[in-house]
């Protein structure tokens, strides 16, 4: 029986995958792999790797997590280095968890490899830090894959209220129940958000809005895109260090 490692490929830029990830990487038999923000890491692995995609496109699985899982862990009967590679970080909504919890059940041997995740390191490529001094003092990292008026919703809006950051992943289809939601529980209509599409890839941009105006301004970025929602927002405004040299490179070599 092989041996699973449960692995981050961080946000896009090639350059934030850990040294760890990458040495499995270049060891992998095989790699199990979703819609990557940066496909070019598979081009690390040895010859001879087997890739299976088990991707998601607009949300949607190609293969049910059941199936996933089972693929792992069939994997691991056929060969010794199985890479299961993940957007980001394998447990920020990446349901790594429940991969582990199938191959523990039954008797794999695995390890997580930790990724740096798309929800603070997006935010930072676009000049927001995701807490600051006298601006922040915590922040949260949730879904906005729930729709908002959703019975039996699962998210404690009425916890947001105060002016802690909230990062939005897998939100843009409901960025308007979204806004709407927190101008409901009481956030000022003209509270900062900004979204952020394709963050820390050449393609990336952030919009910045209110939560009034954000859908209007926002609602054709394409995916993957994250929202965050915060005064943090507005220190964009001196720390945009990633977009301004990506303006000025692009203009270096026009
Ligand atoms: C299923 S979640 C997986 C998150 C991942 N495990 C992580 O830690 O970043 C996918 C969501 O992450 C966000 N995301 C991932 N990569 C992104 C990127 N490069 N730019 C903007 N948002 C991104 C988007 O909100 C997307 O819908």
Not at 36 to 55: R, S, T, W
Not at 203 to 220: C, F, H, M, P, S
Request: aromatic residues 8%; proline residues 6%; glycine residues 10%.
């Amino acid at each position: 029986m092989g041996k699973v490692y449960l692995t981050g490929a961080g946000p896009g830029d090639i350059e934030l995958l850990t040294l760890k990830a990458a040495r499995v990487i270049k060891e992998a038999d095989v790699i199990i792999y979703d819609r990557l923000a940066n496909p070019e890491i598979l081009q690390m692995a040895k010859n001879g790797c087997e890739f299976i995609y088990v991707g998601k496109e607009d949300g949607k699985h190609i293969l049910p997590q059941e199936q996933i899982n089972e693929v792992i862990y069939k994997s691991a009967l056929r060969y010794d280095v199985v890479v299961r590679l993940k957007g980001g970080d394998p447990f920020v909504f990446g349901r790594g968890g429940e991969e582990g919890k199938y191959l523990f059940e039954r008797g794999v041997d695995f390890e997580i490899i930790p990724g740096i995740t798309s929800s603070i390191s997006v935010p930072a490529y676009a000049g927001i830090p995701v807490t600051h001094r006298g601006v922040s003092v915590s922040f949260r990292v949730v879904t906005g894959h729930e729709a908002p008026n959703k019975e039996a919703s699962q998210i404690p809006w009425e916890n947001f209220k105060t002016d802690d950051t909230i990062v939005f992943l897998m939100g843009l289809h409901n960025l308007q129940q979204i806004a709407q939601k927190l101008i409901e529980i009481g956030k000022p209509k003209d509270f900062p958000v900004a979204v952020i599409s394709k963050g820390t890839t050449p393609e990336q941009k952030t919009v910045v809005g209110t939560l009034e105006n954000i859908y209007e301004k926002a609602r054709d970025l394409p995916t993957p895109a994250l929202i965050v929602v915060g005064k943090v927002v507005n220190l964009r405004e001196s720390l945009n260090w990633f977009e301004k040299s990506a303006r000025q490179n692009a203009l270096a070599y026009a």
